[in-house]
């Protein structure tokens, strides 16, 4: 096609209709970029076709030449516009296939029907934890962030960034900070009868990231892993996304049974605070369990799930200082200790996994952030981890009292409520005015319509529900705040027993 | 058994071996509880033995009445102990299995040979790519954290934490923080044709974890995933990871070719910048590889790596902004931009692709961290990151240009170096003395031997090697570095010339 005054002008017709906005958010020379893309790739500006100069469409669109040329030499360069010596702009060949349709601003079309997410998404997000957002009365597993000192630690934070040293900025290792490794270890041994090295420890991103590394390492497309029942379906997403399939084994009063006979690759288990029946696994069933494990060459995966909360005693030594073959990775996290959105938790694996593990890890997210790493090593290292957890300790004591003691008084008959010396909830079954007549994904969603969140138990089990009750975390919940909430709750709840 | 003096000699005897150590890393109660462990475990303390009474072990060790309680209370708590009322306390009988070995403090002994790692982590562990932690001269892929003003960055990080809102310290969104989504919707519209907004943004760390999530919402085991070849061995590895079979697709100076005849279910590709070859997809093959994705009904997963520092014309536009049919999910990192190890990036998702995603998300590990995200929106709301890349931008391409002019003069005959009009490394082929005679492994070894980082172009095929090369970062390496690096670098070679 060769360049006449009719092509040009053919080609002037759609760009007078350009509208260029000087107090628009993008510059000029984007806005016209942008509108010239859509009319080429929208076929009102046709391959072949010549674009008027750049005096021409400089005097028509009343902006800088500048600013049409730094327009003209992006659409060059996308291959959108071919220029030739001395004859101007052209609009280029595009892709052989049909045109396609113009770029709208408004939302986008309706794509093909067949396009669909993974088969695997859809069981994931069915078996993805509810949600639990709220932060109020009686959020299970959320510490109590107003009593953490920010202050401290936003200084932490910022001593440690002001002029940091090369190795903390550049890319980091893949089992994450070295002086957090080590102030771990130390804590672990003496505090969780861990037996450990730094150079065992890995960080990650939360108890989830720890069970997905760990999965990496241990489990193959199909492998069996048994999961407590009831358990914590954050554990049973995370290993399924990895392939797993999942064995469902009943808790009893002395924690995780043993499923004797079962040859399985994984026996996934939290025996210092089971979630969420609260058992503490007794040391003959530990035993056990660890001869399970060796009878089956399975790997344990232990989850110290909320050791650090004990009333009664000290806290359990970790199974993992039990374990004499190097058969137990170690799950712990600081998010339940410190606040949530911290999203710093370890992996700590026996000596001959270590390698194998530290070349997995890149798979994941190739290696932790260090943003918060020193802050919170230094935390760890100058006593105010332990210093906090002790004050919480104290505190979060006290509120299950609260609790005990609201609760005798407004939900007896609809909840029956025993002490647990460790953790921080407490499971409430269903009391005689409503067991049997209610089920408690029902009474969960009253509780909810009350402001009140206690998850369902039933929503914990894998297979067939085993049992029925709310899960009430006092932890989050200041003092004076358990009686009201009580009352609103057994409200709600008394409301059910008469409908 | 009963009480006998007897028994309680036999049973002081082990006592007495006990040594603890008042200058110890552990408090003494605990090293009494973990020798008494021991002792119980190894069956030198036998069930149904009776231990000496606290007065006693008070005096034969030394210590106080209190530190002695201590530790038997704890042993008691634990079921090792078993108190009976007025005789004392006595071993408890252990699990019914055999006895297990006494701990050792020394090294774990050997495990059971079987017990092995995942068939995957082997396969994971070869896949993962080589790690370049050197940050020296020419390490690919890594910006100068030297410019990065942390000063600054300190201060943001120490103001969003000093007095923090409940919504940034209790558990987040699983997308991540809006603040942050809201910016980088917005620099993304604006800087690269990305049609996207704050909700279908999800924040992560790093690349390879949005590489992850989208691989969990998207792929199948066993679902046919193409990439790059030569590509990105990060990617191939957590998309293989995810169970995809991996089908490496050549890269032309077009970029990616479009296998038309494959049917696939995810078409992983670096059109801004390939990683390695450092080409820029034209517009038409980004046509061509839009149908190709909607004849085979494929996702399109754009990883628009290096795309902020092009120096010549403006970035090109994201395929991500050409897509009609929201087939395209987008990945974009800050590590490449500020520094390493932030480790913050982000993926967006179609519209119709967020719910899923968001349900997903969890089962890698819950929602991002909090720590960096508001300090990092402020970061980009107030026009740090823009003049940031903008700074960068004209320093890279000084270096790309002082790196280039150093080859000509030291590398000649050696290497074969073209200048490239975008990223942060040049891809230098094997030059006339070197070419059929070395390969560019044992090149990279040579360079690392004089303490170069320089990757073989080899190690990022997936399948059988189609070129030899070395990749020069010139990013991280100061204008005055370069040149002294380049002789180096020359010295090594020359030397593999003459053997």
Redesign the interface.
């Known amino acids: 096609m060769t360049a006449t005054p009719r092509t040009d002008r053919s080609a002037r017709q759609p760009l007078l209709s350009l509208s260029l906005d000087p107090e628009g958010?993008?510059p000029l020379h984007?806005q016209l970029y942008?509108q010239l893309?859509e009319a080429i790739?929208g076929r009102r500006l046709t391959s072949g076709m010549r674009l008027p100069s750049s005096r021409l469409l400089t005097q028509e669109l009343g902006i800088s030449r500048n600013t049409v040329l730094?327009a003209l030499?992006?659409l060059?360069?996308?291959?959108?516009l071919a220029p030739r010596r001395g004859s101007g702009s052209f609009v280029?060949?595009?892709?052989?296939?049909p045109a396609?349709?113009a770029?709208q601003?408004t939302?986008?079309?309706e794509?093909?029907a067949?396009?669909k997410?993974?088969?695997?998404?859809?069981q994931?997000?069915v078996s993805?934890?509810q949600?639990?957002?709220t932060?109020g009365a009686f959020t299970p597993g959320?510490a109590d962030?107003r009593e953490?000192p920010?202050?401290l630690?936003?200084?932490l934070?910022?001593?440690s960034?002001?002029?940091?040293p090369?190795a903390?900025?550049?890319?980091?290792?893949?089992q994450g900070h070295q002086g957090l490794r080590r102030a771990i270890a130390?804590y672990l041994?003496?505090m969780r009868?861990v037996v450990c090295a730094p150079e065992q420890v890995f960080i990650?991103?939360?108890a989830?990231?720890a069970v997905?590394l760990a999965a990496?390492?241990?489990?193959?497309?199909g492998?069996i892993a048994c999961v407590e029942e009831p358990g914590w379906p954050?554990l049973r997403?995370?290993l399924?996304?990895n392939?797993a399939l999942l064995v469902p084994v009943p808790v009893d009063e002395f924690g995780m049974t043993v499923a004797s006979g079962l040859r399985v690759r994984l026996i996934a288990v939290a025996p210092s605070h089971q979630y969420p029946l609260g058992v503490t696994m007794?040391?003959?069933r530990r035993?056990?369990l660890?001869?399970w494990a060796?009878r089956s060459?399975a790997?344990i995966l232990e989850d110290d799930y909320d050791s650090e909360f004990r009333y009664?005693?000290?806290p359990?030594?970790a199974l993992q200082?039990?374990d004499?073959?190097?058969?137990v990775v170690y799950v712990g996290t600081f998010s339940k200790v410190l606040?949530?959105?911290?999203?710093?938790a370890y992996l700590v694996v026996?000596?001959?996994?270590v390698d194998?593990v530290a070349?997995?890890r890149?798979?994941?997210?190739?290696?932790?952030?260090?943003?918060?790493q020193p802050a919170l090593a230094e935390f760890i290292d100058a006593g105010h981890f332990v210093a906090h957890i002790r004050r919480m300790r104290r505190r979060y004591q006290a509120r299950q009292e609260i609790l005990l003691d609201a609760a005798g008084r407004h939900l007896s008959g609809l909840l029956d409520i025993e002490p647990c010396a460790a953790g921080m909830h407490l499971v409430a079954r269903l009391g005689r005015a409503l067991a049997g007549r209610q089920d408690d994904r029902t009474l969960s969603g009253l509780a909810a319509a009350s402001g009140i969140t206690a998850p369902a138990l039933s929503s914990y089990f894998h297979g067939p529900v085993g049992a029925q009750g709310l899960l009430l975390g006092y932890a989050p919940v200041a003092e004076d705040e358990i009686e009201p909430a009580v009352r609103r709750l057994a409200q709600a709840l008394g409301a059910a027993r008469q409908g």
């Open positions: 958010p993008l984007r942008q893309r790739l730094a030499d992006q060059t360069a996308e291959g959108y280029a060949a595009l892709a052989p296939e396609l349709p770029r601003p939302p986008r079309p794509k093909a067949t396009l997410p993974s088969g695997r998404s859809r994931l997000a993805a934890p949600r639990l957002v932060g959320l962030h953490f920010f202050a630690w936003s200084r934070l910022a001593k960034w002001r002029d940091p090369a903390l900025v550049g890319p980091g290792e893949a130390r041994g003496a009868g990650v991103n939360g989830r990231q997905d990496h390492a241990l489990i193959d497309h492998d954050g997403g995370t399924a996304a392939g007794s040391l003959a035993l056990e660890i001869q060796k060459d790997w009664g005693g000290r359990l030594a200082g039990l004499e073959e190097g058969r606040f949530a959105s911290l999203r710093l026996p000596p001959e996994l194998i070349r997995v890149p798979s994941l997210d190739d290696y932790p952030s260090a943003i918060a």
